[in-house]
């Protein structure tokens, strides 16, 4: 366990071993941050992950007889968070859980005959709980990411407990951001801001309306690192605001993915002409690079382009993989552009270029698409794909 205030204690589960979540790759592996919080009706804000239980239990048997829990205060139903509530309730089985309305449908649906027993305190936004010196108050946050997403803030010690937002994956034996490197926390931050929380923009921008005039001296989220220092405070929430609003920079990534390398030259080429012309631009290739890096650098690109070979008639499955996440997290303000090399059908590129637009993309024109082997020609042509990108920056 650990200190983060006044009767406030880190109790959470360190997953060094976990790699893939959801198909969002996790090279550092997370954590499942659980907080127990002491006072005449100790509560517990959050739990792990079903195979974390045992771990946060003797964290909070450091510190206090499980029996003595009184509320289990559930943000988010997803199981990463919810998983041990059950293990949990059979310590305190007087406990209450305390959710949103939307919290208790999903954990009725998710324990099923389990959750029968369970006694719900539901709340809504504004609702508070006081468990003896400390307060509790509660805003709902639907869809960041989940309908039943919550936040706990605790008055007296300004500390937010927002679950997901402003989480990141990354294990680590220290808890807070300051001990790690904001360089390193920020980009985590990123990728999980890219990959988990980016569709919902609107509804991140209502929940930082909803906060804008409360006093935060600490960040406790679900996932990574405590926020606990007043200027990475303002930065991760300056970061939410910037994210949430779409913004882009003048950047560009290509993308692709390639059989016989014609599609690799064109990628290639289009890369060094838009580096030439001192244009940030990265590079990545769908068999060397994860597609939830490749989205941790669209988030902040102002135009992407997308490369791929025909292959039966079809995008490679690589980049159909990419654009069918791409599609799910709808990156907008964006602009798009296709290119690729094919036998003796174009007819692929249309779902190239659909997919780009369904992404909310506007494409920058036709697309460049060759005939086998790209020609010295066909390479020069990429010039004034480049002008247009200039223009556009």
Not at 51 to 77: A, C, Q, V
Not at 144 to 154: C, E, G, K, L
Request: hydrophobic residues 40%; charged residues 25%; contains cysteine.
């Amino acid at each position: 366990m650990v200190k983060i205030a006044q009767d406030i204690y880190w109790t959470g589960y360190i997953d060094w071993n976990l790699r893939s979540f959801h198909g969002y790759s996790t090279p550092q592996g997370s954590t499942y941050n659980a907080y127990l919080i002491l006072d005449e009706k100790p509560a517990l804000i959050d739990t792990v992950k079903h195979y974390g239980f045992d771990e946060m239990l003797l964290r909070i048997k450091e510190i206090i007889e499980p029996g003595k829990i009184k509320y289990i205060i559930s943000n988010h139903t997803e199981l990463d968070h919810s998983g041990s509530i059950a293990k949990l309730l059979a310590c305190c089985p007087d406990a209450e859980v305390v959710c949103s309305p939307k919290g208790e449908e999903g954990l009725k649906k998710h324990f099923l005959a389990a959750s029968k027993n369970w006694q719900f305190k539901v709340v809504n936004s504004g609702d508070t709980l006081k468990i003896g010196k400390h307060d509790l108050k509660f805003f709902l946050m639907p869809m960041v990411h989940w309908p039943d997403s919550m936040a706990t803030y605790s008055a007296s010690d300004s500390i937010l407990f927002p679950n997901d937002a402003f989480g990141q994956h990354y294990a680590s034996a220290e808890r807070f951001a300051d001990e790690v490197g904001m360089d390193i926390v920020i980009k985590e931050a990123k990728k999980y801001y890219a990959n988990i929380v980016m569709p919902y923009g609107g509804q991140v921008q209502k929940a930082l309306e909803a906060l804008k005039d409360v006093k935060i001296d600490v960040i406790s989220p679900s996932h990574g690192l405590i926020w606990r220092r007043k200027e990475d405070i303002e930065k991760i929430i300056t970061l939410y605001k910037k994210w949430s609003s779409y913004e882009s920079e003048k950047s560009v990534v290509i993308v692709y993915d390639t059989m016989w390398h014609s599609t690799e030259s064109l990628a290639i080429k289009l890369y060094e002409l838009i580096d030439r012309e001192n244009i940030p631009v990265k590079l990545f290739n769908l068999q060397n690079t994860h597609i939830s890096d490749i989205i941790a650098e669209v988030i902040s690109a102002r135009v992407v382009a997308a490369g791929s070979p025909v292959l039966n008639n079809k995008i490679l499955p690589t980049m159909g993989a990419f654009l069918t996440y791409l599609k799910g997290l709808k990156p907008k303000n964006r602009y798009g552009f296709t290119f690729g090399s094919y036998g003796w059908a174009k007819i692929a590129f249309k779902e190239l270029e659909d997919s780009l637009k369904e992404a909310g993309m506007e494409l920058i024109g036709d697309g460049s698409y060759v005939n086998y082997v790209p020609t010295a020609e066909d390479l020069d042509n990429l010039n004034g794909v480049v002008l247009k990108i200039k223009n556009l920056l």
